[in-house]
C-alpha cells in the first residue's frame, strides 16, 4: 500500500507541476515585439514624408526664417517638417547634423537627414530627407522650391557626408 501511495503521490505532483508551468506561461505578459518598435518609427517617417509633401513648390530661399511656411531653406524645411511631427532639430544643417545618431549610407532608411556637401570644400551645405526608394524630398535652388529628387546617383549622394536618424 505504501508502494500504491507513492506513486499516487508522484503522478498527482507530475500533474500537479505540468499544469503550472503551463498555466504560467499562459498568465505572464506577453513582450512587446521588437517589430512595434519599428513600426512606430515607420509610421512617424511616414507622417514626416507626408507633412513635407505638404510644402512642395514652396519656395526656396536662402536663410529663410524659421517657422515660416511661404518660404524654405533646406534646414528650415527639415526642421519645419520635424517641429510638426514632434521632433525637434537645431536651424542649420551643420547643426542638424550632429544630431540623433549616425547612420551608414548602406543603411538609410525613410525618414532619415541626408546631408552632403556640393560646394566640396569639405562644409555640410545641404540636408534633405530620404524618402526610400532612392529619393530624397528638400528644398535647394530658387526656381525649384520644395521637390523630390533622386538621390541614388545625384549629386547629393556623390557629395555625401552623413545621415543621422533622428526618429
Known amino acids: 500500500m505504501n508502494n500504491t501511495n507513492n506513486?499516487?503521490?508522484?503522478?498527482?505532483?507530475g500533474i500537479t507541476l505540468s499544469l503550472t508551468i503551463a498555466f504560467s506561461a499562459v498568465l505572464l505578459p506577453s513582450a512587446q515585439p521588437v517589430s512595434?518598435?519599428?513600426a512606430s518609427k515607420s509610421?512617424?517617417?511616414?507622417?514626416?514624408?507626408?507633412?513635407?509633401?505638404k510644402y512642395l513648390g514652396v519656395r526656396y530661399q536662402f536663410g529663410a526664417p524659421a517657422g515660416r511656411t511661404d518660404v524654405f531653406d533646406c534646414s528650415s524645411f527639415t526642421?519645419?517638417?520635424?517641429?510638426?511631427?514632434?521632433?525637434?532639430?537645431p536651424r542649420t544643417s551643420?547643426?542638424?547634423?550632429?544630431v540623433g545618431s549616425y547612420v551608414p549610407k548602406s543603411q538609410i532608411r525613410a525618414g532619415d537627414l541626408v546631408f552632403s556637401d556640393t560646394n566640396r570644400d569639405g562644409i555640410i551645405n545641404h540636408v534633405g530627407i530620404y524618402m526610400g526608394n532612392g529619393k530624397?524630398?528638400?528644398t535647394y535652388k530658387v526656381g525649384v522650391g520644395v521637390t523630390i529628387s533622386n538621390f541614388k546617383g545625384s549629386s547629393w549622394e556623390r557629395n555625401f557626408v552623413t545621415a543621422r536618424r533622428v526618429i
Open 7 to 13: 506513486r499516487i503521490i508522484k503522478t498527482f505532483a
Open 36 to 38: 512595434a518598435a519599428t
Open 43 to 53: 509610421s512617424v517617417a511616414d507622417n514626416v514624408i507626408s507633412t513635407g509633401k
Open 79 to 89: 526642421q519645419y517638417v520635424f517641429k510638426k511631427n514632434g521632433v525637434k532639430l
Open 94 to 98: 551643420r547643426q542638424q547634423a550632429k
Open 136 to 138: 530624397v524630398i528638400h
